[in-house]
Each structure stands twice: as C-alpha cells, then as structure tokens.
C-alpha cells in the first residue's frame, strides 16, 4: 500500500484540486489556496463575470481573481 500526502488525500475526498494544480485566470497572482492570498472582485467586470455578454476574460467569469494580502 502507498502513502499519500494529506493534502492529495483531502482532495481526492472533496475533489478539489492542490494549489499546485488549480487552474489560473489571467488576473490571479497566485493559484487559489496559496497562503498570503485571497480572493478579491475582478477588476474588469467588477464581479459579475460578464463584460458585454461574454464570460469574462481576466476572472474565467467568476467574478474574483487571487491576489497577495498583506505584504512585508
């Protein structure tokens, strides 16, 4: 039997990706689930996803884009 990692056996259980593989949009600065960011309204669309009818670029049409918080 093989170990796993407690982040790859969480993921499996929920679904979700690792950080480490999360798909990026265009205006994140980091994968989400980094430490140091969070989640803020996309700048584009201002949050709701859509700019002109079509799905939104810069956020993948989520509305939101990780950023750093913080900052030293």
């Given at each position: 039997?093989t170990r796993?990692?407690?982040?790859?056996?969480?993921?499996?259980?929920?679904?979700?990706?690792?950080?480490?593989?999360?798909?990026l949009n265009?205006g994140d600065?980091?994968?989400?689930?980094?430490?140091?960011?969070?989640?803020?309204?996309?700048?584009?669309?201002?949050?709701?996803?859509?700019?002109?009818?079509?799905?939104?670029?810069?956020?993948?049409?989520?509305?939101?884009?990780?950023?750093?918080?913080?900052?030293?």
């Amino acid at each position: 039997m093989t170990r796993t990692k407690a982040s790859d056996a969480q993921s499996a259980q929920t679904g979700a990706q690792p950080a480490s593989q999360a798909t990026l949009n265009p205006g994140d600065e980091a994968a989400p689930g980094t430490p140091g960011t969070g989640e803020d309204v996309c700048p584009d669309c201002h949050g709701t996803g859509k700019i002109d009818g079509e799905s939104c670029a810069t956020c993948g049409g989520s509305g939101t884009v990780i950023r750093a918080v913080g900052g030293a």
